[in-house]
């Protein structure tokens, strides 16, 4: 059975992309385009990972980290915040409220692969 993952943001060129390299390499893929959207995909579909960016319309990438660590059902969703906002204090935020992992935009393709397999194998 394959790996479920949702990408959350609102940049839809970043989407696309991301989106057909994990289809490529097997993963079932999910899309929202936005923080409260990515709540209720996460409720609904139950992803093995969530791609999170930070900047997001209605409810950035933060809460919803916040909200997912908060929630008793869904507090054990690997979380992987990919975003511009690289400085080490959004890191050590994204890292704080619970993130398993942390990527700046932009990444390598082959990075981004690994972190996915390496936070899917946990």
Excluded: H, W
């Excluded at 839809?12 to 209720?40: H, K, M, P, T, Y």
């Excluded at 409720?43 to 990972?49: F, G, I, S, V």
């Excluded at 990075?111 to 390496?118: F, G, T």
């Amino acid at each position: 059975m394959s790996k479920k993952i949702l990408i959350a943001d609102d940049e839809q060129n970043i989407v696309i992309s991301i989106e057909f390299l994990l289809r490529r390499e097997g993963f079932e893929v999910l899309v929202a385009g936005d923080g409260e959207e990515a709540l209720a995909r996460v409720r609904a579909e139950k992803p093995d990972l969530v791609l999170l960016d930070v900047m997001m319309p209605k409810m950035n990438g933060f809460d919803v980290c916040q909200a997912l660590r908060a929630d008793p059902e869904l507090s054990a969703t690997r979380i992987l915040m990919l975003t511009a906002k690289g400085r080490d204090t959004e890191v050590s935020k994204g890292l704080g409220l619970g993130a398993d992992g942390y990527m700046t935009k932009p990444f390598s393709t082959k990075e981004l692969l690994a972190e996915v397999r390496k936070l899917l194998e946990t």
